[in-house]
C-alpha cells in the first residue's frame, strides 16, 4: 500500500498536466510509494491520455461534474492514509509531498495541512495577475503572523494534504458548489472540529492567468455560491461578501453601483470592456479601480440570479 495518495482533478488543461505530471515525477519522495490519481472532469481534450502515458496508477473520467465531484471520484479511490490534493494548473516543487508527509505529527486529529501556492512568475502578465497574486501573499502573510489561527475560509482545496479515513468520514466536498467548494468544505471542517496548519515547505507554483471577463464570470458564479453556502450555513454570512458590512463612507456609492448593475448588465460590460483597454494600453492606475466595480457588479448579479432560481423553484414545487 502507498505512503500517500496525490489527487489532480483535471479539465481541458492536457499541455498543463503535461509538465504537472513531469513535477510529480520529479518528487524526492519516491515514487513507488506514492500513488497518482488524475480525474479528468468533463475534458475533450487528450488529458486522459497524457496522464496514461506519464505511468498514472489510475485515471478517472467523468462527464463535468465540477471539482467538488471529482475531488471527491479522487478520494473515493484512493489507497493511502494521507491524501494530497493539487489543482492542474499548480506545479509542485520537488520537496511537496515529503513537506506535507514531514508535517504530519504523531497523534493528529483532523488536520487540514495547506501548502503554499506563490504565483509563478511567467504567468503573471497583466495589472490583474498582479492583483491577484498579491491578494493571495496578503493572505499568506496574514497567515503566517506569530499567534494567528488560521479561520474556515482561510482554507484552499488547490494544494493541501489530510487523512484520507478523516475526510471520508466528514464526507468530502460538496457537490452543488461548481466553485468556492472550499468555502463550504472550510466551513464544515471547522464546525466538525478540524483546523488548518499551514506548510511553507509545501510549495507549488500556481499558473493562473484570468482576463477581464473571466475575472466578471468568477464574480458571478461566486456570487451565485455564496448564496448558496449562506443558506445551507447562514452562520457563514458575516464572513462572505453578501455579509460583510461597508465601512459607512463606502456604503452609498456601493448602493448606487449595484443598484446599476442589477438593473442593466450593459452597465457591468461597459466596466469590462473598459478593463480590457486599460490592460492593452497598460495604464494602470485606473484599473485600481475599474476591478472592484467588475467584481461588485458581476458578483451581486450572481446572487441575484441565485435568488431568482430559488423563487423559480419554490414556485414550481409549490404549483406541484
Known amino acids: ?56 496508477d489510475t485515471v478517472i473520467e467523468l462527464d463535468g461534474q465540477g471539482p467538488a465531484a471529482a475531488r471527491n471520484a479522487g478520494l473515493a479511490q484512493a489507497t493511502a492514509a494521507l491524501v494530497c490534493f ?29 501548502g503554499y501556492c506563490p504565483h509563478a512568475s511567467a504567468s503573471i502578465r497583466s495589472y490583474l495577475d498582479r492583483r491577484n497574486a498579491r491578494w493571495y501573499e496578503s493572505r499568506i502573510e496574514q497567515i503566517r503572523r506569530n499567534g494567528y489561527e488560521p479561520k474556515w475560509n482561510d482554507f484552499f482545496s488547490g494544494n493541501f494534504a489530510a487523512n484520507r479515513h478523516e475526510l471520508l468520514e466528514l464526507g468530502g466536498f460538496n457537490p452543488q458548489f461548481r466553485i468556492n467548494e472550499d468555502d463550504e ?37 461566486t456570487g451565485r455560491f455564496d448564496a448558496l453556502l449562506v443558506k445551507l450555513h447562514p452562520e457563514a454570512a458575516p464572513h462572505v461578501r453578501i455579509g460583510i458590512q461597508r465601512r459607512i463612507w463606502k456604503r452609498p456609492p456601493g448602493w448606487i453601483w449595484r443598484a446599476l448593475a442589477l438593473k442593466s448588465a450593459r452597465s457591468v460590460d461597459i466596466v469590462e470592456r473598459l478593463a480590457g483597454v486599460g490592460e492593452k494600453l497598460r495604464i494602470w492606475a485606473p484599473l485600481a479601480a475599474i476591478y472592484p466595480l467588475i467584481w461588485d457588479g458581476n458578483y451581486w448579479r450572481g446572487v441575484a440570479a441565485a435568488d431568482d432560481e430559488a423563487r423559480r423553484k419554490c414556485g414550481v414545487e409549490a404549483a406541484a
Open 1 to 56: 500500500m502507498p505512503d500517500v495518495s496525490v489527487i489532480v482533478p483535471t479539465h481541458n488543461r492536457a499541455s498543463m498536466l503535461r509538465e504537472h505530471l513531469r513535477a510529480l515525477a520529479a518528487q524526492t519522495y519516491p515514487r513507488g510509494l506514492t500513488e497518482w490519481i488524475v480525474v479528468c472532469d468533463g475534458c475533450t481534450d487528450d488529458s486522459a491520455s497524457v496522464a496514461r502515458k506519464a505511468g498514472v
Open 86 to 114: 493539487l489543482d492542474d494548473d499548480i506545479i509542485p516543487t520537488p520537496g511537496w509531498i515529503q513537506a506535507l508527509l514531514d508535517d504530519v505529527r504523531p497523534g493528529d486529529r483532523k488536520i487540514l495541512h495547506i
Open 185 to 221: 468544505f472550510g466551513f464544515r471542517a471547522f464546525r466538525s472540529g478540524w483546523r488548518i496548519r499551514f506548510v511553507p515547505a509545501a510549495r507549488a507554483e500556481h499558473y493562473f492567468h484570468r482576463d477581464h471577463r473571466s475575472y466578471g464570470r468568477q464574480a458571478f458564479m
